[in-house]
């Protein structure tokens, strides 16, 4: 009979016995051996192992069902996403239409589109800048103040100085010139300005230092970008550089191509240029995403009262029209909406007024306007009582143009009726005077 030893005292026990006869101690089992130590280290390493996995996907997918923060300006998505429980981060470049914002703006006489995070606002007839929380950053002392780009914007000091150009702390970097009378809007670190006769154009760069000049053709044309937005105004259209490229009109037709050092590379026609243009708009399709409309409210044969909105990309209406003014780009009225608000106007209306040029009404006398921004989701910086207000002045003013217009009318027909009336009897007497004079003639050709 085999036998094997009592782990505890040593005793030699015959195999198969439960437990050994002079300790009691239970035989079998044996805690000094190596190769049940080594499974035990070996499941419980695979317990902690699976533990640990459990615990790292439970954690990667609590962290994928949050959204990564985005700059997606569709309110419709950005309605559908606030549904889902999550809070959601605020996009740090979007201007937000807080109580502290609209209170902030509310000292201002006239607002402009945000470009770069700065706005040029207007008080008591000067210019200066607020950033996006609507705190003034650049005091309102210059006669005019165009758009950022590049971090530089041009300003005016007196509408007889030329422009200059400043930072975002308010330095000025280009010091003011008479030359510089028709400021562009930097690009590629270089800017395009115009001498007061148009017909001469400079290069400067961001130090104000001209780096090249030339003359334009002589000849109509129509330069092919804009300086930006002038609060609701048409812009003031100057060339910049596109792709280290600057197009130069030859004069009726074709431009010239320089580079950035001022050397004439090249020359193209209307067509190519249409071409590179067309181009280089597709590339700003991320920045103009929408595009304003407008709704009309009145209209006669030749004079139409529209009110301005905004469409997304696929034209669906997110912005009803129900502004009076609203700042746009001519053509195309695509916006820039990096900022996430668009400069909009009502106008609390004394009288209608008309633009025989343009075939369009604009507030006549007595008439207020009232600077304000809307975002994309339709919130606008306007009280409720305001927006009723200029709704009902609005009609009213209407109602009034065409009882003016009705009362004009009937005074002119009954101008033309006594026109009428009057050579009629001047006929009448015409007539009864010929009738003697026709009976004279007949008894003189009896009396021959």
Wanted: proline residues 4%.
């Amino acid at each position: 009979m085999a036998l094997k030893n009592c782990t505890k005292c040593g005793a030699s026990v015959p195999e198969g016995s439960a437990t050994c006869p002079q300790c009691g101690n239970p035989m079998g089992q044996n805690t000094n051996n190596p190769k049940r130590k080594m499974w035990t280290i070996i499941i419980a390493a695979a317990v902690v192992v699976v533990g640990l996995c459990c615990v790292l996907i439970l954690t990667l997918s609590k962290g994928c069902a949050k959204k990564a923060p985005s700059i997606d300006l569709d309110p419709a998505r950005s309605e559908q996403s606030d549904t889902t429980g999550v809070e959601s981060e605020v996009d740090e470049n979007l201007v937000q239409l807080t109580p502290e914002f609209i209170e902030a703006i509310q000292k201002y006489d006239q607002l402009s589109l945000f470009s770069e995070g700065y706005a040029a606002v207007c008080k008591n007839g000067k210019w200066g800048y607020i950033d996006k929380t609507g705190q003034e950053v650049i005091p309102c002392k210059y006669a005019w103040a165009n758009p950022f780009h590049e971090g530089l914007a041009s300003v005016r000091i007196s509408y007889d100085s030329g422009y200059g150009f400043i930072d975002t702390t308010g330095r000025e970097v280009i010091r003011h010139r008479r030359e510089i009378e028709i400021p562009g809007e930097f690009s590629e670190g270089l800017v395009v300005v115009k001498n007061e006769s148009n017909d001469r154009f400079f290069v400067l760069d961001r130090e104000g230092r001209k780096v090249f000049q030339g003359a334009y053709g002589e000849g109509h044309y129509a330069p092919y970008t804009s300086l930006g937005m002038i609060p609701y105004h048409a812009p003031a259209y100057v060339e910049k550089f596109m792709d280290g490229k600057l197009y130069i009109p030859k004069g009726e037709s074709g431009y010239k191509v320089y580079n950035t050092k001022g050397k004439k590379i090249k020359e193209v026609s209307d067509s190519e240029m249409e071409r590179i243009t067309k181009r280089a708009t597709a590339g700003q399709a991320q920045t103009f995403t929408h595009t304003l409309y407008t709704g009309k409210v009145y209209g006669t044969e030749t004079c139409e009262l529209y009110l301005w909105g905004v469409k997304d990309a696929n034209g669906k209406i997110i912005v009803p029209a129900e502004y009076d003014e609203a700042s746009i780009y001519i053509e195309p009225k695509e916006i820039d909406l990096t900022n996430g608000v668009i400069p909009v106007v009502l106008v609390e209306y004394g009288e209608l007024s008309f633009a025989d040029r343009f075939g369009i009404f604009i507030p006549g006398e007595g008439s207020k306007e009232h600077y304000g921004y809307v975002d994309l989701k339709g919130n606008d910086t306007f009280s409720k009582g305001l927006k009723e207000r200029c709704k009902k002045s609005r009609l009213k003013a209407i109602e009034l143009y065409k009882a003016t217009a009705a009362a004009e009318e009937a005074e002119a027909e009954a101008a033309r009726a006594v026109a009428e009336g009057s050579k009629a009897v001047t006929n009448a007497l015409a007539d009864d005077e010929a009738v003697p004079a026709v009976d004279e003639a007949a008894q003189w050709a009896d009396e021959y």
